[in-house]
């Protein structure tokens, strides 16, 4: 496969590109309150919360967040991930796919199915790493769980089509 050079900004714009055609909505109408969000959205406190990782030349493009606690920061080369202020990362040269939700229990209900598409809830998500292993993160569950999966498996594609030149 042919690798193409780009720019942090360039990736940038491609995974908001991504994101909003995946939600089919202009970018004005996100105003960074949502669960799965565009980082230019969220609140300029937030911003430099994030912005003192160790950032290097990447760019934070994606949050994803439940009850305004960060979960999820996608930059333009890897996933970070923020439980019990420890941070896990997952760079993009590393990121093979996807392997979903383990089931989640609901509490009180014995009824019909209900699963990871219930809007409300944390579970474990599984990342799949080349070599096989998988790590599990607990991100929420039903529409911002299911925009983050469908928006980020096609990550494994930027390390693999793109060089990233460091400087813009």
């Known amino acids: ?13 491609q995974i908001i590109n991504w994101f909003l055609k995946y939600h089919g909505n202009p970018i004005d109408s996100f105003n960074g309150q949502e669960e799965f969000t565009l980082f ?10 994030i ?7 990447e760019l934070p493009v994606l949050v994803l967040k439940k009850d305004n606690e960060i979960i999820v920061v996608c930059t333009t080369r890897r996933f970070v991930y923020f439980e019990n202020n420890a941070t896990q990362e997952l760079k993009y040269s590393d990121f093979e796919y996807h392997t ?5 229990n609901v509490p009180g209900h014995t009824g019909p199915y209900i699963g990871v598409k219930t809007d409300g ?17 607990k991100i929420p569950t039903g529409r911002s769980g299911f925009a983050f999966w469908n928006v980020t498996k ?4 930027l390390a693999r089509k793109y060089i990233i030149r460091d400087t813009e």
């Open 100 to 104: 979903g939700y383990k089931s989640i």
């Open 121 to 137: 809830y944390i579970s474990e998500f599984g990342l799949r790493k080349n070599e096989g292993h998988i790590v599990y993160w």
């Open 40 to 49: 230019d959205k969220i609140s300029a406190n937030t911003q430099k919360v």
């Open 51 to 57: 912005n003192a990782l160790a950032l290097n030349n």
């Open 1 to 13: 496969m042919d690798k193409f050079q780009k720019t942090d900004k360039e990736i940038k714009n």
């Open 154 to 157: 096609k990550f494994r594609i």
